[in-house]
């Protein structure tokens, strides 16, 4: 079946403009999670949706990052008054309901270059 | 916020031998994950492992949950170009089975 997608998979932007990346999780996955990656580094949460639950925000940050998933499905990452810090690989994941091991399914990427 | 210990940071080998790469954590872990991410791809989850002492293969690559619950190893035997890559470790703890814990990556490159 389908995996993770993201879109766009590249992006460059102005310093200062707002940016909208999109994630699109394997269907019937209930949880999501987005994490930023920077050039050589690991991995860094962000955010993590399930379910119907409040989100755990606490990886976001500043609050010029912010993320909602619609209808239990797709999730938009947005990041307002981009800095060239914010330069980075966003990766998208899901996860099916029940995952009592949390077995993460990635997409490919949004790769994000901030001028 | 907590991450894992993840070494050696990068190596590089000649083209059969093998490799060996671990995670270590200061808390006890349930779960344990063995990824590998390519460039330009997102990671993909190559072994996981949910029970102390346990040793899973899939084909050249063998990892093992420690029996301390603390840690992890990952084996590839007769390494081919195709290993290069950077491959992650990953955990969940007692305390929050909601979120992994990610270790910051070995980075591979095989000589051919």
């Known amino acids: 079946g389908a995996g993770v997608s993201q879109s766009p998979s590249n992006k460059v932007t102005e310093k200062g403009k707002d940016v909208e990346l999109r994630c699109d999780p394997i269907s019937g996955h209930t949880a999501l999670y987005w994490y930023r990656q920077s050039l050589g580094q690991g991995l860094e949460f962000l955010i993590y949706?399930?379910?119907?639950?409040?989100?755990?925000k606490s990886g976001l940050p500043s609050d010029r990052f912010s993320a909602e998933r619609t209808g239990g499905s797709v999730s938009t990452l947005t990041i307002q008054r981009t800095q060239q810090e914010d330069s980075a690989v966003y990766l998208c994941?899901?996860?099916?309901?029940?995952?009592?091991?949390?077995?993460?399914?990635f997409g490919p990427g949004t790769r994000l270059t901030v001028l | 916020g907590q991450q894992l210990n993840q070494s050696p940071q990068s190596m590089f080998i000649q083209e059969g031998e093998d490799v060996s790469m671990n995670c270590t954590s200061s808390s006890i872990f349930n779960t344990w994950l063995w990824y590998k991410q390519d460039p330009g791809e997102g990671p993909v989850l190559l072994i996981a492992?949910?029970?102390a002492g346990e040793l899973t293969s899939n084909g050249r690559l063998t990892a093992q949950f420690g029996i301390t619950r603390k840690d992890s190893f990952l084996n590839i035997s007769a390494s081919i170009p195709s290993d290069v890559g950077i491959y992650f470790c990953?955990?969940?703890?007692?305390?929050?089975?909601?979120?992994?814990?990610w270790g910051l990556g070995t980075s591979l490159g095989v000589n051919p």
């Open positions: 990953a955990g969940k703890n007692a305390g929050n089975n909601r979120k992994l814990i």
């Open positions: 994941a899901s996860s099916p309901q029940g995952a009592v091991y949390n077995e993460q399914f």
């Open positions: 492992l949910y029970k």
């Open positions: 949706f399930q379910g119907n639950s409040a989100p755990d």
